[in-house]
Nanobody, 115 residues
Framework: QVQLVESGGGLVQPGGSLTLSCAAP????????MSWDRQAPGKEREFIAT????????YFADTVKGRFTLSKDNAKNTVYLRMDSLKPEDTAVYYCKAVGRTSYWGQGIQVTVSS
C-alpha cells in the first residue's frame, strides 16, 4: 500500500512563504510524475502544479505561476512545493498526487494565509 505523506503546512502571513513536502516511501518514484491540487472552502478542487518524473519539466496554473516552484528529489522520494508571495486566496487544503500507471493521493494538508 503506497502512502503519500504531506508536511510543511500551517499558518503564514500574506506575503510570506511556505514549502510543502510530499514523501512517497516505497514508490518507484523516478517513474512517477507528481502534481499538486488544492481545495479552498466552498470551492472545487483545482490543479496548481505538476512536475515530470525526472524533474526536468514543470507546469503551473496561472493562479500560482511566478510565485510557486516545484522540485523533485528522486533519491529521497520527495517532491517539494515552494510557495512564495502567499495571498489569502491561497488558503486551502493542498493535496499531492503521484501520477503513473496507478495514481496515488496524499491525505491533504492545510495552508492558511492570514494576518
Amino acid at each position: 500500500q503506497v502512502q503519500l505523506v504531506e508536511s510543511g503546512g500551517g499558518l503564514v502571513q500574506p506575503g510570506g512563504s511556505l514549502t510543502l513536502s510530499c514523501a512517497a516511501p516505497g514508490l518507484p518514484f523516478s517513474e512517477y510524475a507528481m502534481s499538486w491540487d488544492r481545495q479552498a472552502p466552498g470551492k472545487e478542487r483545482e490543479f496548481i502544479a505538476t512536475i515530470n518524473n525526472v524533474g526536468t519539466f514543470t507546469y503551473f496554473a496561472d493562479t500560482v505561476k511566478g510565485r510557486f516552484t516545484l522540485s523533485k528529489d528522486n533519491a529521497k522520494n520527495t517532491v517539494y512545493l515552494r510557495m512564495d508571495s502567499l495571498k489569502p486566496e491561497d488558503t486551502a487544503v493542498y493535496y499531492c498526487k503521484a501520477v503513473g500507471r496507478t495514481s496515488y493521493w496524499g491525505q491533504g494538508i492545510q495552508v492558511t494565509v492570514s494576518s
